[in-house]
């Protein structure tokens, strides 16, 4: 009876104790509603996600761990534009602790992307404040991390994106993988650090926000690290490009506004030591973008301002013809302080520049081997050319 009596008062404590439950497990997409309902401290095993359906945690609990226990993989889908994976919530951590989220790309690249062909779903949504760690992404069908709107500060880490295999090339010569954007951001308070990106497209591109840290990432195979391309009514401020590695790429530093775009603005720009090889584009800042292409013709309706290239940028180029910097601004909407001194610029062509930045050609060093023609009668032809 004594052992009895004792069991009944222990009983309490022990039910108490931080015990894994496999009720706080999710296992297939019919657990997460239920985990989502009643924990806080999840964990994720392998499985299959359904077709045409989305892995959702958006209804994660306030101050929620998400942790990968096994490899999930996603499969093929038809007619489903994604997103195929959702987080959302406050003061959250997911460790994806070296597992994987494999998206089946094969089965989808026609070297379409999203312009057309077999519907691609986009991969990633994530609208989470928190951490965000350690995750291998494989073969996404397209564009794979939307950073979205966030209710405090956000940290990216240790992620890996690896779709290499949509090199190989289709019949019409070009990649069989496009539109595979690593990250793209519309969203405040961000940092994104220690990642590598293999892919197609842009290693990243923000299209709207403010206090954004991208450093110490790699960026393989794509076309860069770009600012844009910025639309009607969207900002950009405060974003840190630093300690980057951008190989076997098109495009290094970019920065690109969306052709006859309004309401919109580019400020506080800041490139530091980042190391870059480039084939077409060592620097390119344009504002003629259009449907996934310059037409040349810049307009004016967002303005750039305040872009600096400090501490020790090194620039590359690895074709013959491919241009150190190129800069193609409209009517007065290049404005501010721009510094090139920490900007050094070596192989291709020394580029070519149509701006009406009064201030430009002047703040170039004359260390640096880079051709500026601004389109200026202000400023003579001596003051334009560096070479």
């Not at 996404?140 to 949509?166: E, K, M, Q």
Request: proline share 3%; aromatic share 6%.
């Amino acid at each position: 009876m004594f052992l009895i009596a004792l069991l009944l008062q222990l009983a309490p404590l022990v039910s108490s104790l931080n015990v894994p439950r496999a009720s706080c497990t999710i296992s297939s997409l019919d657990d997460v509603d239920d985990v989502l309902a009643s924990c806080t401290d999840i964990t994720v095993t392998s499985f299959t996600v359904d077709a045409n359906t989305a892995f959702d945690l958006s209804a994660l609990g306030q101050g929620s761990t998400v942790t990968l226990a096994g490899n999930v993989t996603f499969a093929k889908s038809t007619d489903f534009d994604g997103p195929m994976f959702i987080i959302d919530g406050s003061d959250i951590t997911f460790d994806g602790a070296g597992f994987t989220f494999d998206g089946l790309g094969p089965e989808y690249w026609d070297g379409l992307g999203g312009n057309g062909g077999v519907t691609k779903p986009q991969f990633l949504k994530i609208k989470i404040s928190g951490t965000f760690k350690d995750l291998v992404v494989l073969n996404a069908p397209r564009n794979i991390f939307s950073v979205g709107s966030n209710d405090a500060a956000l940290t990216i880490s240790g992620v890996t994106i690896d779709n290499t295999a949509g090199n190989v090339l289709n019949s019409d010569g070009k990649k069989l993988a496009h539109n595979t954007d690593c990250f793209d951001v519309s969203a405040h308070d961000v940092t994104i650090t220690g990642c590598t990106c293999l892919n197609q497209d842009d290693c990243l591109a923000v299209n709207s926000g403010s206090n954004i840290l991208f450093s110490n990432n790699v960026c393989s195979g794509g076309h860069g690290i770009s600012i844009g391309s910025i639309a009607t009514g969207k900002t950009v401020s405060g974003v840190t490009i630093s300690g980057n590695t951008v190989e076997k790429s098109t495009n290094g530093l970019r920065i690109k506004t969306v052709f006859e775009a309004t309401d919109g603005s580019v400020s506080d720009i800041t490139y530091t030591d980042n190391d870059v090889e480039a084939s077409d584009f060592g620097v390119i800042i344009e504002q003629d973008y259009e449907n996934g292409s310059p037409t040349g013709v810049p307009t004016n309706g967002i303005e750039i301002s305040n872009v600096v290239y400090s501490g020790a940028n090194s620039v590359r180029m690895t074709e013959d013809d491919g241009l150190q910097v190129f800069v193609l601004c409209g009517d007065g909407s290049c404005t501010g302080t721009w510094d090139w001194n920490g900007l050094d610029v070596s192989g291709g062509e020394s580029g070519a520049s149509l701006v009406t930045h009064p201030l430009l050609g002047s703040l170039l060093p004359e260390t640096k081997n880079i051709c500026m023609d601004l389109n200026n009668p202000s400023l003579s032809e001596a003051d334009l050319l560096i070479q």
